[in-house]
């Protein structure tokens, strides 16, 4: 019988504490990974690309009538959008074009459930 290898999630750990200090990442070569491994390039790029969440409800809200819009998948947006905005004012640093979309997107779901 085979004898059993304990897991172990030191090395694991290991390799996120390398990724997640600043002296690490500068220590790296190419000065850090550069925009790539930037939290304010990913953070802009989510919020504009949540943009297009909110422009879809903004859409559907002014063009289709109650009958096409799902209000199931209407209360989960709903719930998605507050939760994330309420996280994009609490993360540091708050990312507020995140909010703002996430603001929005969570009106024109209430809109559309309301008219």
Request: proline content about 5%.
């Amino acid at each position: 019988m085979a004898r059993a290898v304990p897991f172990r999630a030191a090395p694991a750990r290991a390799v996120a504490r390398r990724f997640a200090t600043k002296e690490a990442l500068a220590a790296e070569p190419g000065g850090g990974g550069g925009v790539w491994r930037s939290v304010k390039f990913w953070g802009a790029a989510g919020a504009i690309a949540g943009w297009g969440m909110t422009g879809a409800a903004i859409y559907d809200a002014t063009r289709n009538g109650p009958e096409i819009i799902s209000m199931p998948l209407t209360g989960v947006m709903i719930v998605y959008s507050s939760l994330f905005c309420r996280w994009a004012f609490v993360v540091k640093p708050a990312n507020m074009l995140l909010a703002s979309c996430h603001g929005r997107c969570g009106c024109c779901c209430c809109w559309q459930c309301c008219c």
